[in-house]
């Protein structure tokens, strides 16, 4: 009888997420990642190595036992002895999604092996989005993680919904990354709970046009669309160069940008001169004595990828 595998090891992309005023629904997979290895032991313990992770990170030391958990509870599995060990590229509290290719990752790899025996409950993929999305609290990093491409979505009537479009290698994502870190929980305390119903008006606006620009590869009326009127005005607080940041990024040549999902990531989509693009991005950071790095990521379309063994 061939023996049951014991080893998974996931890749999950990187995200942005927001895209300016598509707040919690829009979000692309981009190619920058981190990868998930999970391996069944013996033992009754659960050993996890975070290779990114400080005694100093908070919630992401407790992200895999929580995604563990959360697996168990979904699937009435038994899970005990693991050895999870998390690397990669993506980082920390920067607004490009390092938390879901944790928990993603980790959900993904449990329901691999653990679905390998007949008596055992697997999640079909509509499954895992939804329990990752449960663990995020919202699904637009997780479903372009999940599927790759740009991807509308959102939770209807309790299901979570989605459509995926594909994106060309032509389109640059240029992240400009201070050194300082975002909370996620922080950059949510900030927001207001109401907002005037113009603003709210002029957000569903270019979420939709943003949106269309995607599904009909018609990029060039991207421009103008990533302003946002919800969230990033009330974020500049905790990061008081957003907007000559992007302004910069504009001025070299970049169709428009936006703060990558909660931040500290600056995001300007180009089609033209992104080193250029980068550069000044960077200089604009400088002028308020903050250092950053500059990536020029392409669109992930395949989304999360998966060896079993």
């Given amino acids: 009888?061939?023996?049951?595998?014991?080893?998974?090891?996931?890749?999950?992309?990187?995200?942005?997420?927001?895209l300016g005023p598509g707040f919690d629904t829009l979000g692309v997979a981009l190619k920058l990642y981190n990868t998930v290895r999970v391996e069944r032991t013996n033992s009754n313990t659960i050993y996890i190595r975070n290779e990114q992770v400080t005694k100093s990170a908070g919630d992401e030391a407790r992200m895999p036992t929580e995604a563990v958990e959360a697996f168990a509870d979904a699937t009435g599995n038994q899970v005990t002895g693991l050895d999870i060990t998390v690397s990669g590229d993506v980082p920390i509290s920067r607004g490009l999604g390092s938390s879901v290719t944790v928990r993603l990752g980790i959900v993904a790899a449990l329901n691999a092996l653990y679905s390998k025996s007949v008596r055992l409950r697997r999640l079909d993929t509509d499954e895992v989005?939804?329990?990752?999305?449960?663990?995020?609290?919202?699904?637009?990093?997780t479903a372009p993680a999940l599927y790759g491409g740009f991807v509308a979505t959102g939770r209807i009537q309790g299901v979570i919904r989605h459509a995926k479009f594909r994106v060309p290698s032509?389109?640059?994502?240029?992240?400009?990354?201070?050194?300082?870190?975002?909370?996620?929980?922080?950059?949510?305390?900030?927001?207001?709970?109401?907002?005037?119903?113009?603003?709210?008006?002029?957000?569903?606006?270019?979420?939709?046009?943003?949106?269309?620009?995607?599904?009909?590869?018609?990029?060039?009326t991207l421009t103008g669309l990533f302003e946002d009127r919800l969230h990033q005005p009330f974020r500049k607080k905790l990061i008081s160069p957003l907007d000559d940041v992007i302004q910069a990024g504009v001025e070299a040549g970049a169709i428009g940008g936006w703060l990558s999902g909660s931040g500290s990531t600056i995001m300007c989509l180009t089609r033209r001169d992104p080193k250029k693009v980068g550069h000044d991005m960077r200089h604009a950071f400088s002028s308020w004595d903050v250092d950053s790095k500059s990536l020029i990521l392409e669109a992930d379309n395949v989304g999360l990828t998966m060896k079993v063994s």
């Fill in 1 to 18: 009888m061939k023996s049951l595998p014991t080893i998974a090891t996931v890749r999950v992309p990187a995200t942005t997420s927001n």
């Fill in 170 to 220: 032509s389109l640059k994502f240029v992240a400009t990354i201070p050194k300082f870190e975002i909370r996620t929980e922080h950059a949510r305390k900030v927001l207001p709970e109401k907002v005037p119903l113009p603003d709210a008006v002029a957000n569903i606006t270019r979420t939709a046009l943003i949106t269309a620009a995607f599904a009909q590869g018609k990029y060039e």
């Fill in 129 to 141: 989005l939804a329990l990752v999305a449960s663990l995020e609290g919202h699904p637009d990093n």
